[in-house]
């Protein structure tokens, strides 16, 4: 049973354009939710995480936003370079105000191409 | 600038031979993950120690695979005998926990062959 869903295996974008990538999730006990960037031959980095307190959380271009009723996060890049080309993983965890062991359930992942 | 180092980076080896991967966190931070990523499953949390101490590792396939943390700057996962099965991308990621954030860091992986 897969709890973190991207749906989208890959999307393309035009440079200096907005690039949205989804996920959805099944667990109402997830509270807290990652966004990492992989490039090939490196591990996964992280981005940008958010809490379910919050609905929005933003770091320079990038924009998580959380519709906890919806059970749907995404992540927004703008504007788009192609530098940002990579494998996105969503996380997602059960952090329980820090009293839960940190286990993080990722997506399968969507390639984002940012063409020049 | 901190980071997860993990040795091998490449590993070919013959099927039944033992495998061994190390791994060592980052400076201070008292958990680590061992992940395997394969096309199939993405990305899977094989184990999880907290302070020295395993606190999970029902990913693991318990016969083959073994995960130990002799010491706070090394963590190791064995898999014995190996089979083709087990080729994939190996993960370590280590974290400080704390509260409302779990935040881990990955190492760059060992790429696994089991011919």
């Known amino acids: 049973d897969q709890q973190v869903k991207q749906n989208s295996p890959s999307l393309s974008v035009q440079e200096g354009r907005i690039s949205i990538l989804n996920c959805d999730y099944t667990n109402s006990m997830f509270d807290y939710f990652l966004w990492y960037k992989k490039y090939p031959a490196e591990g996964p980095t992280f981005l940008i995480s958010?809490?379910?307190?919050?609905d929005k959380n933003e770091d320079g271009r990038f924009t998580v936003f959380l519709n906890k009723s919806a059970k749907h996060l995404s992540l927004h890049i703008v504007p788009s370079q192609p530098g940002d080309s990579a494998v996105y993983f969503c996380a997602a965890a059960i952090n329980a105000g820090g009293t839960s062991y940190g286990k993080l359930t990722f997506g399968q992942g969507t390639i984002l191409t940012v063409h020049p | 600038d901190a980071r997860v180092t993990q040795t091998p980076r490449h590993k070919v080896t013959e099927m039944g031979q033992e495998v061994t991967m190390r791994c060592q966190p980052i400076l201070g931070h008292n958990t680590v993950f061992w992940y395997r990523q394969t096309m199939m499953q993405g990305l899977e949390l094989l184990a999880y120690?907290?302070?020295?101490?395993?606190?999970?590792d029902s990913g693991m396939p318990k016969d083959r695979f073994s995960a130990e943390m002799p010491d706070a700057t090394l963590a190791t996962l064995k898999i014995q005998p190996s089979e083709p099965r087990d080729s994939a991308v190996y993960f370590c990621?280590?974290?400080?926990?704390?509260?409302?954030?779990?935040?881990?860091?990955f190492g760059p992986g060992t790429r696994l062959l089991v011919l």
């Open positions: 990621a280590s974290g400080l926990r704390l509260p409302r954030q779990e935040t881990q860091y």
């Open positions: 120690f907290r302070n020295r101490a395993p606190l999970d």
């Open positions: 958010i809490s379910s307190i919050k």
